[in-house]
């Protein structure tokens, strides 16, 4: 987190640089069923972010070291595309591409029926195609997507969101010229219908009343985005509410 | 929870969609059927598909489903591997299944199991058993069951097998509107023989109904297209 | 385990169908699914497309970095290009470092392209022996139902025609088209049930044998051939192929370059 304090990204009115107020997400479409291929697939487009998830399986786990006896696995792989970013990308092994699968996977396994597919593995491939800021949060809601419309039993689906803050004031959905000079980021992953958390980072600096700012703006962000993920479901799925 | 439970009425219309998570109310003593669990009194959807809610029963006709084995079970097998005293069949289950020698259409000398069936062929077999893993093991031992040498293996998701075919007149006008043999397996596949341009017409309507498969409206277009005489 | 065997049936039966001339999905031997291209599609590339054949979907990004170029070559820019196919676009891809397919895939994708001559490497010189654009033209598959090859080589040029070179953000003059002076086409041919198919699907491939891939240029010479698999060709089909490649290489340039 940067942290440069002399540029201001928000107006003597509370309006950020793209226009939105404090607790604003940007603008999100949500599709599902797009890659013909897969059991199940969506995407997500949440500001100029696009990312892409897939899901394949239940299938047998290889190799069998890698196999659960009680449950199913889930291979969970996030990946930014060589051309997601302004400086492009080198493809390969990347530190924090490995940990935002597995807190991907750790999340998404809190909600997910494994213990119905034990031996197994489903296999959640995330791809960001164009990334801004928040990939994280965009690939964990594009895999609940695809994995409901594989068929994959969960109990609930997953909605991520960040809040920050720049210059000093707490704001919903960093876009990437304010996450620049963002002094903290708070990404959650909630269940939309119980309300309970399954994914969790932070860093940066926030103070109690900060805190919890940013854990609200988060909440009331999760409901109109849960709206748009059923609908695409509901497109895909041949539903006409 | 087996994929194979989720069946209801032919017409979809009229029903609910329902998401992962979706609250079904309370259970108030009703069956809970496929694609529900219960927690604490309260019904919860587990799987996307079309809500079925009557006075009994309430449960989910999911959108896709992938195939889950069951004991009795007619299945087409595709040899993945072979072993000195088994073979390991691909059963479009998340599990290979398990042929025993002694249950495989025929004797061979030990290490010849090969010379019997051979990676790439393709069975007609049924369940044997199921363990709690969903490991399967299944046999040849039964009438009709034997090695596939003709035709071609269609797929078709498991859970429409069910649903279209549940009226017997549906395979009946499909075999003689296109001069096909056609044998329903209950693994979401479909074995077709007859001369290349009939097996090009079910090839083509099946084609249709895959395009077609996550639409649970559209059951009867569905059913509509198989039954289409063919010029 | 890893390799699903091709079921014995599906070859029986492409080769049943290849006696009355016919195909799994009812084309003609030498008819390619429809093409739909669009580019625009990617809004941190520099040049992007993306292609559609049927339930083949992949994109193409074009980037630009500043190099400097080799001593042998003072003048000259750079051109890359890498083919990921990552295991999102089907089933059988598996992850981990490329495949010895993915890789094949990328550089005859390259070869095409750089043998024809299309981009003026001596163009992107910025300043002799120490500034020049390299071109990284990165190919994407998203849905695999067979022929990757002709859809990231269409993919590729469509992206490369819409390329913006970014002179501005690099402080290096203004920003301005990527010159590309010709349109290389690339057409694959699989043997399925014994004679070669345009445009196969993945059950074709899967259960085809030898493939065989061509580049044309705009005035139809020959800038790369690869042929792939197991299996021997005669002189005749060869040139029944590439009677067809001169044809289907034509349309598909008029379709990329409008």
């Given at each position: 987190?940067?942290?440069?304090?002399?540029?201001?990204?928000?107006?003597?009115?509370?309006?950020?640089?793209?226009?939105?107020?404090?607790?604003?997400?940007?603008?999100?479409?949500?599709?599902?069923?797009?890659?013909?291929?897969?059991?199940?697939?969506?995407e997500?487009?949440?500001?100029?972010?696009?990312?892409?998830?897939?899901?394949?399986?239940?299938?047998?786990?290889?190799?069998?070291?890698?196999?659960?006896?009680d449950?199913?696995?889930?291979?969970?792989?996030?990946?930014?595309?060589?051309f997601?970013?302004?400086?492009?990308?080198?493809?390969?092994?990347?530190?924090?591409?490995?940990?935002?699968?597995?807190?991907?996977?750790?999340?998404?396994?809190?909600?997910?029926l494994?213990?119905?597919?034990?031996?197994?593995k489903?296999?959640?491939?995330?791809?960001?195609?164009?990334?801004e800021?928040?990939?994280?949060?965009?690939?964990?809601?594009?895999?609940?997507?695809?994995?409901?419309?594989?068929?994959?039993?969960?109990?609930?689906?997953?909605?991520?969101?960040?809040?920050?803050?720049?210059?000093?004031?707490?704001?919903?959905?960093?876009?990437?010229e304010?996450?620049?000079?963002?002094?903290?980021?708070?990404?959650?992953?909630?269940?939309?219908?119980?309300?309970?958390?399954?994914f969790?980072?932070?860093?940066?600096?926030?103070?109690?009343?900060?805190?919890?700012?940013?854990?609200?703006?988060n909440?009331?962000?999760?409901?109109?985005?849960?709206?748009?993920?059923?609908?695409?479901?509901?497109?895909?799925?041949?539903?006409?509410? | 929870?087996?994929?194979?439970?989720?069946?209801?009425?032919?017409?979809?219309?009229?029903?609910?969609?329902?998401?992962?998570?979706?609250?079904?109310?309370?259970?108030?003593?009703?069956?809970i059927?496929?694609?529900?669990?219960?927690?604490?009194?309260?019904?919860?959807?587990?799987?996307?598909?079309?809500?079925?809610?009557?006075?009994?029963?309430v449960?989910?006709?999911?959108?896709?489903?992938?195939?889950?084995?069951?004991?009795?079970?007619?299945?087409?097998?595709?040899?993945?591997?072979?072993?000195?005293?088994?073979?390991?069949?691909?059963?479009?289950?998340?599990?290979?299944?398990?042929?025993?020698?002694?249950?495989?259409?025929?004797?061979?000398?030990?290490?010849?199991?090969?010379?019997?069936?051979?990676?790439?062929?393709?069975?007609?077999?049924?369940?044997?058993?199921?363990?709690?893993?969903?490991?399967?093991?299944?046999?040849m031992?039964?009438?009709?069951?034997?090695?596939?040498?003709?035709?071609?293996?269609?797929?078709?998701?498991?859970?429409?097998?069910?649903?279209?075919?549940?009226?017997?007149?549906?395979?009946?006008?499909?075999?003689?509107?296109?001069?096909?043999?056609?044998?329903?397996?209950d693994?979401?596949?479909?074995?077709?023989?007859?001369?290349?341009?009939?097996?090009?017409?079910?090839?083509?309507?099946?084609?249709?109904?895959?395009?077609?498969?996550?639409?649970?409206?559209?059951?009867?277009?569905?059913?509509?297209?198989?039954?289409?005489?063919?010029? | 385990?890893?390799?699903?065997?091709?079921?014995?049936?599906?070859?029986?039966?492409?080769?049943?169908?290849?006696?009355?001339?016919?195909?799994?999905?009812?084309?003609?031997r030498?008819?390619?699914?429809?093409?739909?291209?669009?580019?625009?599609?990617?809004?941190?590339?520099?040049?992007?497309?993306?292609?559609?054949?049927?339930?083949?979907?992949?994109?193409?990004?074009?980037?630009?970095?500043?190099?400097?170029?080799?001593?042998?070559?003072?003048?000259?820019?750079?051109?890359?290009?890498?083919?990921?196919?990552?295991?999102?676009?089907?089933?059988?891809?598996?992850?981990?470092?490329?495949s010895?397919?993915?890789?094949?895939?990328?550089?005859?994708?390259?070869?095409?392209?750089?043998?024809?001559?299309?981009?003026?490497?001596?163009?992107?010189?910025?300043?002799?022996?120490?500034?020049?654009?390299?071109?990284?033209?990165d190919?994407?598959?998203?849905?695999?139902?067979?022929?990757?090859?002709?859809?990231?080589?269409?993919?590729?040029?469509?992206?490369?025609?819409?390329?913006?070179?970014?002179?501005?953000?690099?402080?290096?003059?203004?920003?301005?088209?990527?010159?590309?002076?010709?349109?290389?086409?690339?057409?694959?041919?699989?043997?399925?049930?014994?004679?070669?198919?345009?445009?196969?699907?993945?059950?074709?491939?899967?259960?085809?044998?030898?493939?065989?891939?061509?580049?044309?240029?705009?005035?139809?010479?020959?800038?790369?051939?690869?042929?792939?698999?197991?299996?021997?060709?005669?002189?005749?089909?060869?040139?029944?192929?590439?009677?067809?490649?001169?044809?289907?290489?034509?349309?598909l340039?008029?379709?990329?370059?409008?």
């Amino acid at each position: 987190m940067g942290g440069y304090g002399d540029v201001q990204m928000i107006d003597e009115n509370g309006i950020r640089v793209d226009g939105r107020t404090a607790g604003e997400i940007r603008p999100v479409s949500i599709n599902a069923g797009i890659i013909p291929v897969a059991d199940g697939s969506a995407e997500v487009i949440w500001g100029t972010n696009h990312v892409i998830a897939a899901v394949y399986g239940p299938m047998e786990a290889h190799p069998r070291k890698i196999q659960k006896q009680d449950r199913a696995v889930l291979d969970v792989r996030y990946n930014m595309a060589p051309f997601s970013t302004t400086d492009r990308i080198r493809p390969g092994f990347n530190r924090r591409s490995r940990e935002i699968s597995k807190v991907t996977a750790e999340a998404l396994e809190s909600v997910v029926l494994t213990e119905l597919y034990p031996r197994s593995k489903i296999r959640v491939e995330i791809e960001v195609i164009t990334a801004e800021a928040g990939t994280r949060c965009a690939g964990i809601t594009a895999a609940s997507v695809a994995l409901a419309d594989a068929g994959i039993p969960m109990t609930d689906m997953v909605i991520s969101v960040a809040s920050g803050k720049i210059n000093g004031v707490v704001v919903c959905d960093l876009n990437k010229e304010e996450d620049n000079y963002g002094e903290a980021d708070l990404p959650m992953g909630v269940c939309a219908n119980s309300g309970e958390l399954v994914f969790l980072q932070m860093d940066g600096d926030l103070s109690p009343e900060e805190f919890q700012i940013a854990w609200d703006y988060n909440m009331e962000a999760i409901a109109p985005v849960h709206e748009m993920m059923i609908d695409a479901l509901k497109r895909s799925n041949g539903g006409d509410e | 929870m087996s994929d194979q439970n989720a069946r209801g009425g032919r017409d979809g219309r009229g029903t609910r969609l329902v998401t992962p998570g979706a609250s079904l109310g309370a259970s108030e003593g009703r069956r809970i059927g496929h694609g529900v669990v219960e927690n604490e009194g309260q019904l919860i959807a587990v799987k996307l598909g079309a809500l079925i809610e009557n006075e009994e029963e309430v449960s989910v006709i999911p959108s896709h489903t992938r195939y889950t084995p069951r004991p009795g079970d007619l299945v087409i097998g595709v040899v993945e591997a072979v072993q000195s005293n088994l073979w390991f069949l691909d059963i479009n289950a998340p599990f290979n299944a398990l042929l025993p020698m002694s249950l495989g259409p025929g004797k061979a000398e030990f290490g010849g199991a090969r010379n019997v069936l051979n990676v790439g062929n393709t069975v007609l077999c049924r369940i044997q058993e199921v363990d709690e893993t969903h490991s399967s093991v299944v046999t040849m031992k039964g009438l009709g069951l034997r090695r596939i040498d003709s035709g071609i293996v269609e797929a078709i998701p498991p859970h429409l097998m069910q649903s279209l075919f549940s009226d017997s007149n549906v395979l009946k006008s499909l075999k003689s509107s296109t001069d096909c043999r056609i044998i329903l397996a209950d693994n979401g596949r479909m074995w077709v023989d007859g001369d290349s341009k009939s097996m090009s017409n079910v090839i083509s309507k099946l084609e249709q109904i895959r395009a077609m498969s996550r639409d649970f409206s559209s059951l009867e277009s569905m059913v509509e297209i198989l039954q289409t005489e063919v010029y | 385990m890893a390799t699903p065997p091709v079921p014995e049936l599906l070859k029986t039966h492409l080769t049943k169908l290849a006696e009355s001339d016919e195909r799994l999905d009812g084309r003609g031997r030498f008819e390619g699914r429809d093409v739909i291209v669009e580019t625009g599609v990617l809004a941190r590339a520099e040049g992007s497309a993306r292609v559609q054949m049927g339930d083949t979907i992949v994109l193409a990004g074009v980037k630009f970095q500043i190099m400097t170029p080799y001593p042998d070559r003072p003048t000259s820019g750079g051109f890359m290009t890498s083919a990921e196919v990552r295991p999102v676009c089907g089933v059988h891809w598996e992850a981990g470092p490329p495949s010895p397919e993915a890789i094949e895939l990328g550089r005859v994708v390259d070869r095409g392209i750089r043998e024809s001559g299309c981009i003026d490497m001596e163009d992107l010189c910025i300043l002799p022996g120490e500034k020049a654009w390299q071109v990284i033209l990165d190919v994407f598959a998203l849905s695999d139902d067979g022929n990757l090859f002709d859809a990231f080589a269409t993919a590729a040029m469509a992206a490369l025609r819409t390329a913006i070179i970014p002179g501005e953000r690099f402080d290096v003059g203004e920003d301005r088209p990527l010159p590309v002076s010709k349109t290389p086409m690339m057409c694959s041919y699989h043997r399925v049930g014994g004679r070669f198919v345009y445009d196969a699907l993945r059950r074709e491939e899967i259960g085809g044998g030898e493939r065989i891939h061509i580049t044309l240029g705009d005035d139809n010479h020959v800038h790369s051939l690869q042929k792939g698999l197991k299996g021997a060709f005669t002189a005749a089909e060869f040139d029944e192929i590439m009677e067809h490649a001169r044809s289907r290489c034509a349309e598909l340039r008029d379709l990329v370059n409008n």
